[in-house]
């Protein structure tokens, strides 16, 4: 079972302990779970994971949850990591693999993050959630709640899109609609928590969505036989997927599972709204709450992420970027893969497919080097943004 052991500020390195409710630090930095790896090391094997549940719980020793019988599990993760020898092979690329996050409950990866804060409200005898979001995390939430039977309050963009309104309405959830970005839905959520009795899941400001999304990166390895690609394209909104994965990179060199080599970490961003690559090409250790967001991939419109440093830092360390592509290179891209794969991609994923093509233009990433893009989410929730392509006449 877990092996959690205690939370540490991301800003100070501040011990906090396990097993309660927090927020963030008292320095205003997001909370990491540690746990302990020497335990873990020598009471499990990587060899028993396929014994394990087929979803991400086949990692519950590097979870949170103490009490399996708290854990709320919709069959998330275990998505295929697909070879793509069609793009790949007009690419010019032998090894090019998208890991399809997609095939997940409601659609996308965000069901790994709210599979685990979800179960730790349960453990935690959380009631009531509350969340700020751009879309698809809402829909998780709701899912999770729904199956937990908590009550949920969701606030989102008046214009998020179709699927994640009916989803959320759907599950039972309360959901305002909010004349703003997601940043003005964050701030309602945290006037209204304390006087509502709301458990705030924001991103990174509660602990452990970040857990349940760092197990694409332990999926990664084991699918790859305890390798790592050279090269990881991620689609970066927040960036607790990269975020996330990048820490659960340490963990398993850690558990002895692999070595010290880290795939260069690529954040994608839109033209629309890209903090991440700003701060990036400036030098930058924090970003600058982009102006004006706008881009039809709503999981990337999040104007000043709170883990901004933590992505930057991943980039860097690896010897990766942070790159924007334009909307319409996007969702060309998205179609091109739906084509050529027989993938339907959010646009999210288009765009790291449109990176991709820049930075093998640029010199940046070279043709024999294996790659991963991860495409986070499904093209059946983003049919405002494909059917601007496919008028009905
Ligand atoms: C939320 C979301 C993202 C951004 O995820 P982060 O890990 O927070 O950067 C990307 N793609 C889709 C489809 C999303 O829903």
């Not at 069609?86 to 709210?114: C, H, Q, V, Y």
């Not at 701060?279 to 000043?304: C, I, M, Y």
């Not at 790659?371 to 986070?376: P, R």
């Amino acid at each position: 079972m877990t092996t959690v052991s205690y939370l540490e500020c991301s800003l100070t390195g501040k011990r906090y302990e396990a097993g309660k409710l927090w927020n963030l630090s008292e320095a205003g930095g997001p909370l990491l779970v540690r746990y302990d790896l020497e335990t873990a090391r020598q009471a499990w094997n990587r060899e028993w994971i396929p014994n394990g549940p087929s979803s991400m719980w086949r990692y519950a020793p590097v979870l949170p949850v103490r009490n399996p019988a708290h854990i709320v599990s919709l069959g998330e993760g275990m998505t295929p990591l697909v070879k793509t020898d069609r793009l790949g092979e007009r690419l010019g690329m032998p090894k090019l693999w998208i890991k399809d996050e997609g095939i997940n409950p409601t659609g996308s990866f965000k069901a790994r993050g709210l599979s685990c804060a979800i179960s730790m409200c349960v453990e935690l005898g959380v009631k009531k959630v509350a969340i700020p979001s751009a879309g698809n995390a809402a829909s998780a939430l709701a899912a999770y709640a729904a199956a937990a039977g908590l009550e949920a309050h969701i606030f989102m963009p008046k214009d998020v899109p179709q699927s994640n309104y009916i989803e959320c309405k759907s599950f039972g959830a309360n959901v305002t609609l909010v004349d703003g970005l997601i940043s003005d839905c964050g701030r309602i959520v945290a006037e209204r928590k304390d006087a509502e009795g709301w458990f705030d899941v924001s991103t990174l400001k509660e602990p452990y969505r970040i857990e349940g999304k760092k197990t694409m990166g332990y999926e990664l390895a084991e699918q790859m036989r305890w390798t790592l690609p050279d090269v990881i394209f991620y689609p970066c909104g927040g960036g607790v997927g990269l975020i996330g994965m990048w820490k659960a990179f340490d963990e398993m060199e850690a558990l002895g599972w692999i070595g010290s080599k880290r795939p260069r970490m690529i954040a994608v961003q839109v033209e629309g709204c890209q903090p991440v690559v700003r701060a990036f090409e400036q030098g930058d250790e924090r970003s600058t709450f982009w102006d004006n967001a706008h881009t039809v991939a709503a999981g990337l419109r999040v104007p000043k992420p709170l883990g901004d440093f933590l992505i930057l830092d991943a980039c860097r360390k690896s010897g990766g970027t942070a790159i924007a592509v334009s909307d319409e290179a996007m969702m060309d891209a998205g179609v091109e893969l739906a084509e050529l794969e027989g993938m339907f991609a959010a646009p999210e994923g288009g765009a790291c497919v449109a990176a991709l093509r820049n930075l093998l233009a640029s010199g940046f990433i070279q043709k024999e080097e294996s790659v991963v893009i991860y495409n986070t989410g499904s093209g059946l929730k983003y049919m405002e943004a494909y059917s601007d392509r496919f008028p009905r006449s």
